[in-house]
């Protein structure tokens, strides 16, 4: 089975239904959309990360999606794909053109141009205790693209987003904050939160990855067509949570219990 795994708040209604539709036509089995109020039910999950998900970059610096993609896979048949994918893409060929890279062991991820040198700050690679004569290895090796990926329920998978999780939800390595004691590498430019984590560890284990299969990713020839679009259709130019009711879940995360 392949299960479709998607998070948007109020802003990516529409966006969300052009996925759906998309990937229902070319190959989902089932589909699970998560917003806002979901994420709000697991209150263990938000007083645990209140700093991090206080953070208005990426709703929480992206973590939601280690959390959500690690609970999803654990609910799934052995062997069943998860299919990890942001709100603002449209699948325009058969998913199989992806799935029929994917190994029997490792996720099927994508790279983009980027390299960890540029985008993973250097308080990461002491976390992850990385030996200082493979930071080169590191350092050039491919981001991935964060947007999307495929991953087999197997032990190998759930242990690595459980490890993924466990580095997104220590603040100072998936924030903006800058390494302490250390000046950053030559070329770091800033963090990229949980796409540098994922990076990372797709070096630490040699994790085959191809080209990104969006526009970005047309001038490389993995595979021989387009398989997903990129854009932004959002019900309101910009959003005030104000707005809506779970602005008061929000709100709580700043309560004096919180703290």
Known sequence: MLY???????????????????????????????????????????????????????????????????KTLKTLKDDDILFYCDSAVEILQPLKLLLDKMDTTHPLMFHVDHTNLSYV?????????????????YQKASQIAAGY??????????????????LCETPFLIDDTPTPRLDEF???????????????????????????????GMKYKDFDTQVFNLHRLRIHKWFHREKFPFYYQWKELNSKDCK
């Open 4 to 70: 479709l795994l998607s998070f948007g708040d109020t802003r990516y209604k529409k966006s969300q239904a052009k996925l759906v539709k998309s990937a229902l036509k070319f190959g989902v089995d089932e589909v699970m959309l998560i917003n806002q109020f979901d994420l709000f039910k697991d209150t263990d999950f938000i007083v645990k990360n209140r700093y991090t998900l206080r953070q208005k970059r990426g709703y929480g610096y992206w973590l939601w999606k280690p959390y959500l993609v690690d």
């Open 121 to 137: 700050k250097r308080v990461i690679y002491e976390a992850m205790k990385i030996e200082p004569k493979d930071y080169e290895s």
């Open 149 to 166: 990926a495929f991953f087999r329920k197997n032990d190998f998978t759930l242990n690595l987003v459980k490890e993924w999780l466990e």
């Open 186 to 216: 030559p070329g770091f430019i800033d963090n990229r939160h949980d796409q540098a984590l994922l990076s990372m560890l797709k070096h630490k284990y040699d994790i085959k990855t191809y080209r990104d299969p969006s526009q970005y």
